[in-house]
């Protein structure tokens, strides 16, 4: 069982609605992710929330938007999607950010669909 | 260039077949690397890690070695089974806010 829980575990949304996916984690962990995986592909970064700091991926379109509301939850919120988005967004956290506390423990992820 | 190379595949093998996975990186300090498994419709999940030089990593009957002097860390099984037909991320931790650089992947399809 995943100690990162993501919900909805499938989202199918037209391009003009506004969704939000949601990602969990107890462990005490200071940093969370978010990342976008095509089939078959690697995970993408989308954004990172470390000890209260957002990093962003200068190449993630302003139509994703994060939110930190505490150190265990991380919104993304989704608005004027593109087909294109579809995909299966990967919730993540760590320990922290160094090479051993670095370790990245995900959720099931969410199966977006844009249609 | 990439900073984590693995064999992309799809690698086909027969159940009980022996299993090596390539994978080589590139590090300006000491990373920790890792192999995470991701089976069809689910997240990635950390299959073994190691955290520093000649360290092994094994879990269900997978090991890799953190080999500095070739900058590897190749996934090895002695017997694979259809169960482990999955994609196979190799993947490295430098520190930073960047969180972990992934390899392309590996589809692994073993058949009975």
């Known amino acids: 069982d995943t100690e990162v829980t993501q919900t909805p575990k499938h989202l199918v949304m037209g391009m003009t609605n506004k969704k939000s996916l949601k990602c969990e984690q107890h462990?005490?962990?200071?940093?969370m992710y978010w990342y976008k995986q095509k089939a078959k592909k690697p995970p993408e970064l989308m954004f990172v929330y470390s000890y209260e700091k957002l990093s962003i991926n200068e190449s993630v379109p302003s139509r994703f938007s994060p939110e930190c509301p505490n150190s265990s939850l991380l919104n993304l919120h989704l608005h004027a999607l593109q087909p294109e988005d579809s995909a299966l967004y990967l919730c993540?956290?760590?320990?922290?950010?160094?090479?051993?506390?670095?370790?990245?423990?995900f959720g099931e992820g969410s199966r977006l669909t844009v249609l | 260039g990439d900073s984590v190379t693995q064999m992309e595949g799809p690698v086909t093998l027969s159940e009980e077949a022996f299993l090596t996975i390539n994978c080589t990186y590139t590090a300006t300090g000491y990373p920790s690397l890792f192999w995470y498994v991701q089976y069809p419709g689910e997240g990635l999940q950390l299959l073994l890690k190691?955290?520093?030089?000649?360290d092994k990593g094994s879990n269900k009957g997978f090991e890799a070695t953190y080999r500095k002097e070739t900058t590897s860390f190749h996934l090895e099984k002695g017997s694979v089974q259809v169960s482990d037909s999955a994609v196979y991320f190799c993947a490295r931790a430098e520190g930073g806010a960047d969180g972990l650089t992934f390899g392309k992947g590996t589809h692994l399809i073993i058949q009975p």
């Open positions: 190691a955290t520093k030089a000649d």
């Open positions: 993540a956290s760590s320990q922290g950010t160094g090479p051993i506390t670095g370790e990245l423990f």
């Open positions: 462990m005490g962990h200071r940093a």
